[in-house]
């Protein structure tokens, strides 16, 4: 299994994989999770932290916790090293409320390669798009995943 | 004029500043310089042109690039077609000497950026592949660098006997102008910048939020 | 000052920042709620064996922070955007701070971009990236 440190072929990597569908599901979210979660982050708004309001909804960044059930579309390597999330972009168009069927699609965005504090990283981008039972979009997350090399016990935050 | 010679915009992967709001923020607060360089990681960006903006907003706008090689960062200025077909700015194993060797046949100059940084500054790969030959100029005053990275590099500089330019290594718009690069002469595009620092006439600053 | 309608946004001003409760209590109870909850969230050993410095505040968290941040300062902000780039381990029971500037301002569709960061104790970025809200014009 290649390493970050090796020369990888990203062109062939992204000619392969990049702007395919490779995940769908569908889910609903759970209000009393939802209110823990806003009032974890520092939420103080109604809508977000009590379950009984009318406009109760998720957090505007709720799409950045979700994954696609597949982490990686099928033949995609695996790296070998520490992965982490290197970013994450919500961006939704209508609010996630509780109990609606939600559907979201996943296709992999980007693959590139640089060099940091944590040595050589491969990164791949994976969007998600999230639409309910009518088809109207709800709003995208993008999550930039990074696998950077192990580190060692020198290293420090 | 003080230019700002180490930011990314949007076009890095990890900016988030259009170049248009770090005009604008310069001027509504007071940001004490003049310009900025646009040092995109790994590649150099052909198709933009910010004359116009920079015109609008009576700030210097020029481009350059952050490669990376195996002495970690590095940035170039004088940019040209020529000097890209020299090597992949993309590729994250280049050879220092060849950047070294490509801007000198091109009229470019490349600096190491960072160069107190862990992995990606220039300090931390001298034991490894020794004292690089070519090498003038490294930035001393970078406005993202973490406990005594600086110090790092500015201890560095002195032992080497390097001059210094400090850049912010913005990323976001509210970061522009953290450091920046005090010059003599007038700078209103990238030859004149390559120039000024061949020439050695600058010093690199911190900036204090105004 | 609270925001209510984009006219009393000022360009270049600061949002109101706040210390976010990072210790492992509360981020084991978002983990949980969120579905994170694998142990290099939720323990410190555990993450030290995988060669992190210690339990992480996850990344969705910070920036459930500076989305928090936003709504305290504009309760009636519409969140279009929020983009985050983590560039450090944010660690559980250290403290941060989440900061926000407002870079942009339209007032006639009320879009207001603001840039955003997490920093720790020795003002350095962990998390940074900016956010784009739509806030009442009328």
């Not at chain 1, 695996?78 to 509780?98: C, I």
């Not at chain 1, 296709?107 to 969007?127: A, E, L, P, Q, W």
């Not at chain 3, 870079?103 to 970025?125: F, H, K, Q, R, Y």
Request: charged residues 25%; aromatic residues 8%.
């Amino acid at each position: 299994m290649p390493t970050p440190d090796e020369q990888i072929d990203v062109e062939g990597l992204r000619a392969q994989f990049l702007n395919k569908v490779f995940d769908e599901y569908e889910f609903t979210l759970d209000a009393d999770d939802l209110a823990i979660y806003a009032k974890s982050c520092g939420e103080t708004a109604a809508k977000f932290t009590d379950p009984n309001d009318p406009d109760f909804q998720a957090p505007p960044t709720i799409a950045s916790s979700l994954h696609p059930k597949t982490r990686h579309p099928e033949g995609f390597p695996s790296f070998v090293g520490l992965g982490m999330d290197a970013g994450k972009a919500a961006a939704p168009t209508q609010p996630m409320r509780p109990g609606v069927p939600i559907t979201a699609r996943t296709h992999m965005h980007d693959i590139y390669t640089k060099s940091g504090r944590s040595g050589r990283m491969v990164f791949f981008v994976n969007r998600m798009e999230f639409a309910d039972a009518h088809g109207n979009h709800l709003g995208s997350a993008d999550t930039s995943v990074v696998i950077r090399e192990k580190p060692t016990a020198g290293d420090q935050a | 004029m003080i230019l700002d010679l180490h930011a990314h915009s949007i076009k890095s992967d990890d900016g988030r500043a259009k170049v248009q709001n770090y005009c604008q923020w310069i001027k509504a607060k007071n940001i004490a310089i003049d310009g900025f360089v646009l040092t995109e990681h790994r590649q150099f960006d052909n198709e933009s042109d910010y004359s116009e903006l920079a015109k609008k907003h009576g700030v210097t706008v020029l481009k350059a690039s952050e490669v990376e090689t195996e002495y970690g960062h590095v940035l170039v200025f004088g940019v040209t077609q020529g000097l890209q077909r020299e090597f992949d700015f993309a590729n994250i194993h280049l050879s220092l000497a060849q950047v070294l060797e490509a801007c000198d046949a091109h009229d470019a100059i490349a600096v190491p950026c960072h160069p107190g940084r862990k992995r990606v500054g220039m300090a931390a790969h001298l034991d490894e592949f020794g004292v690089p030959e070519g090498v003038k100029i490294v930035e001393v005053f970078n406005g993202g660098s973490r406990g005594s990275e600086d110090e790092v590099a500015q201890q560095m500089a002195s032992d080497l006997d390097y001059l210094g330019i400090g850049g912010s290594d913005a990323h976001i718009v509210s970061h522009i102008g953290r450091c920046g690069t005090r010059f003599q002469a007038s700078i209103s595009n990238e030859g004149e910048l390559v120039e000024a620092l061949k020439a050695g006439e600058f010093e690199a600053l911190k900036i204090k939020e105004a | 000052m609270t925001i209510r309608n984009v006219s009393d946004v000022e360009f270049g001003s600061k949002l109101p920042d706040f210390v976010p409760d990072t210790s492992l209590a509360n981020v084991k109870q978002f983990a949980i709620a969120a579905g994170w909850n694998g142990p290099r969230f939720t323990d410190h050993e555990a993450a030290r064996k995988e060669g992190l410095p210690g339990a992480l505040v996850p990344g969705i968290m910070s920036q459930g922070f500076l989305s928090a941040m936003i709504h305290r300062w504009a309760p009636l902000a519409e969140v279009q955007l929020i983009d985050t780039v983590f560039r450090a381990p944010v660690i559980v029971d250290q403290t941060y701070h989440i900061n926000g500037v407002v870079t942009d301002i339209d007032e006639e569709s009320g879009a207001v971009e603001i840039d955003l960061t997490v920093t720790n104790e020795a003002d350095e970025t962990r998390v940074f990236g900016t956010a784009k809200v739509l806030i009442p014009t009328v």
